[in-house]
């Protein structure tokens, strides 16, 4: 059973550059999460989709803007990259009626330089 | 708003020590808590969850956590420290109204000979 997988592993940007993340949830789970997880810190919660909709929104801007497909995997796009925009970013897979238990892929390493 | 706190951002045992990773919760409603490891260069992976049943919640790799709501803890415990449990802890709680988790800051534990 594959679990949550994400593509690229890494990726080096420069500021001011576009940049697309790609996540497949895990086989069964129809909705994707995504979160950026700072340097030292905590996974934060970036939006969710699910029926190809954007349904919950952290505190990101807009610059931060995502897909889901009919085959529920997902891109997150993250326009006029900057520099504190560096970070691990991960995607978690859940099913909608069980949303709470979310299994999360490895992430994609983002360095804007 | 649902929040967690981990009490120390550094924890050293020897092997065969006792672990005790500490995490606090402020939550209007009754809490969905989770405890996730990370290991270097790696995603996020369930340890264990607490979803209103039994306090006293058995996770893999022999870690353990009880839910105290009198104390507001959910505590992570495991009663030998295996090298293999060297990671980065995390503590989490989800707020169901934003379909999300948020987690606390992480404790990284080092186990010793």
């Known amino acids: 059973d594959a679990g949550v997988t994400q593509s690229p592993t890494h990726l080096i940007k420069t500021r001011g550059q576009q940049v697309t993340l790609r996540c497949s949830p895990k086989?069964?789970?129809?909705?994707v999460s995504w979160y950026q997880q700072a340097l030292g810190q905590g996974p934060q919660f970036i939006f969710q989709y699910y029926e190809e909709e954007e349904r919950q929104r952290g505190n990101f801007p807009d610059r931060f803007s995502g897909h889901q497909f009919p085959n529920y995997s997902s891109e997150l796009n993250v326009n006029a990259l900057l520099l504190g925009d560096s970070a691990l970013y991960l995607c978690?897979?859940?099913?909608?009626?069980?949303?709470?238990?979310?299994?999360f892929g490895p992430g994609t390493r983002l360095t804007v330089t | 708003a649902q929040s967690v706190t981990q009490l120390g951002s550094h924890v050293s045992v020897s092997e065969g020590a006792l672990v005790l990773l500490r995490c606090n919760y402020s939550s209007s409603v009754p809490p969905y808590l989770f405890w996730y490891v990370q290991y270097p260069n790696q995603g996020l992976q369930l340890l264990l969850k607490y979803t209103s049943a039994a306090t006293l919640v058995k996770g893999i790799n022999g870690f353990e956590a009880e839910f105290k709501k009198s104390e507001t803890s959910f505590h992570l415990t495991k009663p030998s420290a295996h090298m293999s449990d060297a990671a980065e802890y995390f503590c989490a709680v989800y707020t169901g109204t934003a379909s999300k988790l948020t987690f606390g800051t992480g404790t990284r534990l080092q186990v010793t000979l």
């Open positions: 086989s069964g789970h129809d909705t």
């Open positions: 978690a897979s859940s099913r909608r009626d069980r949303d709470y238990e979310q299994y």
